[in-house]
């Protein structure tokens, strides 16, 4: 909104108290914004810390829309399908980028910074500006101290580092 972009978000909690999903939808523009919600095949991202998850809301995603997911899964059913089926799943199915969060956010310096990580991983298809995220990242966490700013700063780098060097890789 600093960005005079304007802004509209939706969250759809189904049972996520006990593990279940969460469906986020984040809609940005420099023209007005009349629903929250995003339609089916509009969607230019799809952001996902959990893998399967993001194979849910494909029929969401543009012809020409990015997946950015991560690659740990979160296995809190007990057929929770193979990993390397769900991740060539993904590969298959649109322009991706699979990133290993949590190890980067442990390289950050906390396990718990795989969100950040994400952002950062995410950050090249969101047309806004490092300096900007980068910003409201340190006035997000600034209460908590500049440990905690520069650590997910850090993340937040490591996985945009991992974004550009996957795009130079597939040129």
């Known amino acids: 909104m600093e960005l005079g972009l304007h802004v509209k978000q ?18 940005l523009s420099s023209r007005e914004i009349f629903s929250d919600l995003i339609p089916l095949g509009k969607a230019d991202l799809i952001l996902s810390v959990e893998p399967m998850e993001a194979l849910r809301y494909i029929p969401f995603l543009a012809p020409d829309g990015m997946i950015v997911a991560a690659t740990e899964p979160i296995e809190n059913i007990g057929n929770y399908p193979d990993k390397e089926k769900v991740l060539a799943t993904i590969r298959q199915s649109a322009q991706h980028l699979l990133v290993e969060a949590e ?25 806004i500006s490092t300096e900007q995220l980068e910003a409201a990242i340190a006035r997000f966490f600034e209460r908590k101290g500049d440990e905690v700013v520069n650590m997910n700063l850090n993340a937040f780098r490591l996985g945009r580092a991992l974004a550009i060097k996957e795009d130079e890789t597939s040129k």
């Open 103 to 127: 190890p980067l956010a442990r390289q950050a310096g906390s396990g718990r910074a795989g969100n950040v990580v994400m952002l950062g991983a995410a950050s090249p298809y969101l047309g």
């Open 10 to 27: 939706a969250e759809v909690h189904g049972m996520s108290q006990r593990g279940g999903a969460v469906e986020s939808h984040l809609r």
